[in-house]
């Protein structure tokens, strides 16, 4: 039958396609982590952990980025908290309080998902006119303030959809702690949840650490290590961003090895995130 | 807790109204649609066209999507419909970890494969010479940027089909790739386009991975081996000299303002397609 | 009305990764009757159904042993190109799924996929097989509308005239009139036993009244194994086991 045979050879050729497809994503992704660990490795060394750069960030020779380690930590971590204090009441109120009311809440969800595409450079902009507005200088405090507008939708969300996967009228009868529930689902349930959340926590730091168009007008930049929250910090991904554009090879080498640290950092952070869902989807309840 | 839920809602009117009243300085002098449509920058004589980063912008966007597009489709395609179970428990690691990837890890990429790449393999095969700095380097670093996040969409789109509608069509004698062909994309059109609208509005508001790769140049680009500037590398790249220039914080303020307008308007109306779609299913 | 079965099941057997879901099944279904396959949910009787046409195919991690004869042919074991033996089995679901197409080519798909596609051709047969779901009169005037602007006791029938457009021998239907309302799961049910006369129709339902009402033959399941089955009559007036006797007095779920 010939319709049959061209219609076979189609399909072939389509399923050869999407093979391809599927294929070049996964070796973008080796291609990516390949060049950073190619790069960064030879450049990577004690020095680069724990010093601060010698000599100013863009000539100097010598030392490390310790001092962008650092503030990326404190700036992710300050962030990372401050959203969560916004973050988790947000998304308890939403599922238990708002849970009657489903059309408010998928109003509330879908406003969020919006707001989570909201590039980062805009924060960063915003950030910039509200630092003018109160006349801070480029410093930690206005970068944690940024960053933390930026990660509020993503930590809201994230959680949100931990808590949105936990059966009906659980979350009401849990939060009134005086159940009706056995303790042990309870607990089961409970520990489901934790999991979740620190999952969405983690990704929300991920975000923050790995950011710099947040941090690009207002954290500022320095060679040293981070002091006080009213002084500019160096961060790791502006580390990067401005070591890649300095002339001396030396400086482009530090770039490699903070690209290599950031890049480990997040997969650290990817690989924990993904045994803590593993390990605690295990005891999911499935109503 | 309210009054964090309000806050939390009001937030992007907040930034709206805070870029707007920055930028307000600049539009009192000149009109917005001036600005947006004019193509003349000299800031330092007070010509604040926002025009070739516009362009620059669609440019390396629309490039991203073309490359990312059919390669995002055909993917979702096989893992929903022919792949073994192992490849998807391959896969989605992959797509988690490409998807975390901060964006100047993207840019150390782009400049140290990419550029090159494209400096000395595909413009010769135009017959071009460049740097490598071009639109096609930045479109090639968004295109792996947001496949990610357009493949988990398209994913989710495939999946919401029923099963059964696969079933009935097998046992009119169709083959799977019929199906697919003739009822699995008619019914996925919708969803797919608006995961097409969401790629762009992330590729649009993609900052620092493009600025590093694009060239930053003042043109309006005829072609993709030509260096670009969009949008968010303007702003990006001039915060520094923004407050010694009169007015010039005020032109950064409204393009991020312009930026802002454009990525809501593209999310709001794709995620309402998906969100009906999803609804009729 | 005994005869040659058309279709033989022999020692199926069925895993989903580890879970056995078919044990053992061997049955013969007779030629152009109604044979009903009864149960309580989770029985099997769905994914028995599914192996005829090897829908099974469709699920990861699938074990099926043994053998379905139709005609001759062991669809389980065949080398012949299985697009091909499914065009000889209609599927009619639980639920009505319309293909994404106005009414005309949701009919006239499996023709125009089998190479037909000049509207001379199509015309008369699409009314024709919208004549035998009794749906052409309430469509003839608006046969380019979406089928999914039916009301889905038409959109059922509109199924069913789809599923009988590539000239099946074998309906096989699923639960068909369990999302209908009554008027409807007649017309569906007085419509089955019209077409038994041409066609071998094989039932899945979980409704006790229904086998009652239109079964000849009856094959009853229970946890993945065949309990009991026989001609109709037989089966419900004379059942040899006690779990038959059970669930025809109604004691079960």
């Known amino acids: 039958m010939k319709i049959q045979k061209i219609r076979n050879a189609e399909e072939m050729f389509f399923r050869g396609v999407m093979i391809v497809s599927t294929s070049v994503i996964g070796f973008a992704l080796f291609l990516i982590l390949w060049s950073i660990f190619k790069r960064g490795l030879p450049a990577l060394s004690w020095q680069m952990l724990t010093e601060t750069p010698k000599g100013g960030f863009y000539f100097g020779k010598e030392g490390g980025i310790a001092n962008a380690i650092m503030g990326s930590l404190y700036l992710a971590s300050g962030a990372t908290l401050l959203a969560m204090v916004f973050g988790i009441p947000v998304s308890l109120y939403m599922n238990v309080n708002l849970h009657k009311r489903k059309k408010l809440v998928n109003t509330i969800r879908f406003m969020l998902d919006v707001m989570w595409g909201i590039p980062s450079i805009v924060y960063g902009a915003f950030g910039f006119t509200l630092m003018i507005y109160f006349g801070m200088h480029s410093s930690l405090l206005a970068g944690i303030i940024t960053v933390t507008l930026f990660i509020i939708p993503i930590m809201i969300r994230s959680i949100d959809e931990v808590l949105m996967s936990v059966p009906g009228g659980l979350m009401e009868a849990s939060y009134s702690l005086g159940s009706t529930q056995s303790e042990t689902s309870y607990k089961v349930f409970l520990k489901q949840c934790v999991s979740g959340v620190v999952t969405a926590i983690l990704l929300s730091f991920g975000r923050a650490i790995g950011d710099a168009a947040s941090v690009l007008f207002t954290t500022g930049y320095t060679d040293h290590m981070p002091t006080s929250l009213m002084q500019p910090t160096a961060t790791l991904p502006l580390a990067i961003f401005f070591q890649m554009s300095s002339p001396i090879a030396e400086v482009k080498e530090r770039a490699y090895a903070s690209a290599l640290i950031l890049t480990f950092i997040i997969l650290f952070i990817s690989i924990v995130a993904r045994i803590i869902s593993i390990r605690f989807q295990k005891h999911k309840i499935k109503i | ?281 | 009305m005994s005869g040659k079965p058309k279709i033989v099941i022999k020692d199926v057997n069925l895993h989903f990764g580890k879970q056995q879901v078919l044990k053992n099944i061997s049955a013969n279904i007779p030629e152009k009757q109604i044979t009903v396959i009864l149960g309580p949910s989770g029985c099997g009787k769905t994914t028995l159904l599914k192996t005829m046409n090897r829908l099974t195919d469709l699920y990861h991690h699938v074990k099926i042993k043994g053998s379905i004869f139709i005609d001759n042919d062991d669809v389980l074991n065949t080398h012949k190109d299985i697009t091909e033996i499914r065009r000889h089995m209609g599927l009619l679901s639980q639920r009505p799924y319309p293909l994404p197409m106005n009414i005309f080519n949701n009919v006239a798909y499996g023709l125009r996929i089998s190479g037909r596609k000049s509207k001379k051709f199509l015309k008369p047969r699409v009314k024709h097989y919208l004549e035998m779901a009794n749906l052409w009169d309430e469509v003839k005037d608006r046969l380019t509308d979406p089928a999914s602007a039916l009301s889905i006791g038409q959109q059922q029938r509109l199924c069913l005239a789809r599923g009988l457009s590539v000239d099946p021998d074998i309906i096989l239907a699923d639960e068909p009139t369990s999302a209908l309302d009554p008027l409807s799961s007649e017309a569906i049910e007085n419509k089955f036993i019209e077409l038994k006369s041409q066609y071998t129709i094989v039932m899945v339902t979980h409704s006790l009244q229904q086998a009652r009402r239109i079964a000849d033959y009856v094959i009853f399941m229970y946890l993945g194994e065949i309990i009991e089955q026989g001609p109709a009559d037989s089966f419900f007036n004379n059942p040899q086991q006690e779990l038959t006797k059970k669930y025809i007095k109604g004691l079960f779920n």
């Open chain 2, 1 to 281: 807790m309210v009054a964090a839920l309000v806050f939390s809602m009001l937030l992007p009117v907040l930034i709206a109204v805070g870029l707007y009243y920055k930028a307000s300085g600049l539009l009192n002098q000149h009109s917005f649609l001036g600005l947006v449509f004019s193509k003349d920058w000299r800031p330092l004589s007070g010509h604040f066209g926002l025009y070739p980063f516009i362009i620059s912008s669609l440019w390396v966007t629309v490039l991203a999507l073309i490359i990312a597009g059919p390669i995002c489709l055909f993917s979702a395609i096989h893992l929903t419909q022919y792949a073994k179970s192992y490849v998807l428990k391959v896969m989605h690691p992959v797509i988690d970890i490409l998807a975390g990837i901060p964006s100047v890890i993207f840019g150390v990429w782009g400049v140290v494969i990419i550029v090159p790449f494209v400096s000395q393999h595909i413009a010769p095969l135009f017959g071009k010479e460049t740097s490598g700095y071009t639109i096609m380097s930045g479109g090639i670093v968004l295109a792996i940027m947001i496949i990610p996040f357009v493949l988990n969409i398209l994913i989710e789109v495939f999946k919401a089909i029923p099963e059964e509608l696969t079933e009935v069509t097998l046992s009119l004698g169709a083959t799977r790739w019929m199906v697919i062909k003739h009822i699995l994309l008619r019914k996925a059109y919708p969803g797919i386009v608006s995961a097409f609208g969401l790629g762009l509005s992330r590729a649009f508001g993609e900052t620092i991975a493009v600025l590093m790769v694009v060239g930053n140049v003042t043109l309006i680009p005829h072609g993709a081996l030509q260096p670009g500037y969009p949008l968010p590398a303007l702003i990006a790249n001039n915060y520094g000299e923004m407050l010694s220039v009169p007015m010039y914080d005020s032109a950064l303020m409204l393009a991020a303002f312009v930026l802002l307008i454009i990525v809501i308007l593209f999310n709001f109306v794709s995620r309402m397609v998906i969100h009906r779609m999803l609804k009729k299913m």
